[in-house]
């Protein structure tokens, strides 16, 4: 486990890069889904599961649920930060690992099931890492992507014409940071066209809605707040938007405001997660 680790993100990924909070609050948010998209895998006590890109580790301890004490769970991630909050979290008896997951320290043929979530979008060779992935598995073994929808696929669902612009405003602010190009990012999109190049076979979807109205749970209003209304919508968006348009933003965005969009009776928030699953 001690090779060198070499920074292999397509959007700037180190081995200090925190986005632990985050994490977190997606993993708490969308838990009842995730954790959905687990149970319709039919793990079986005793396999042996690799979660590639585990983050702060909240499904390490779902799999452990699934696999029972015979089972073995193994998460890698790249940043510190995020193997800091899963190894805290961790059983003692799940094993964490700092490694890139493009060039993992693991043997060959050794799993029943690759989960990555959220991971695969972040590498500048989607295919040719689950190629790599693929080979941990053993025959018949699975690799499941995970993806939830990027933020211009998030609704507005009482305001169609500020959704259009703040969706525009989101994909513009991406492209100047990144210096990408919308057309950069098509590959990664296509979960299953990712495993069928990778040489997966039976190659499967499904997609899982995260539906959430009012009145929200305190999980559900922590990430919707402090991860896509402060960090997204927040000041970043002013230079795409006319003054106009941020005001009212801002005025949705704020718990201070008589309207602010969490505390709606007509709140509805829809984000989707899809699971591509192919088998070696």
Known sequence: MDKPIVDSGLLGDTKSRDYAQ??????????????????????????????AGCGTGEALQWFRDALGVNGIVIGLDLSSPHLAVARAQAQ??????????????LSARSF????????INHLRDPDASVATLSTLLRPGGRIALGQSSFLPDMYFAWDSRLERLTNEAVRQYYRDKYSLDERDLTA?????GILRRAGLK?????TFNIDRVSPLNPSDEDYLLEAIFRATWGARLRPYLADTDYAELVKLCDPLESGFALRRPDFHFLQTFTLAIGIA
Do not use: C, H
């Open 188 to 192: 990664v999109r296509a979960s299953v």
């Open 202 to 206: 039976d190659v499967q979807a499904q």
């Open 22 to 51: 985050k994490l977190s609050l997606f993993n708490r948010f969308a838990a009842p889904e995730l954790r959905n998209a687990i149970a319709s895998l039919s793990l079986e006590p005793g396999m042996q599961v690799l979660d």
């Open 92 to 105: 003692i008896d799940v094993l964490v690992a700092q490694a890139d997951m493009t060039k993992p320290p």
């Open 112 to 119: 029943d099931l690759v989960w990555s979530v959220n991971t």
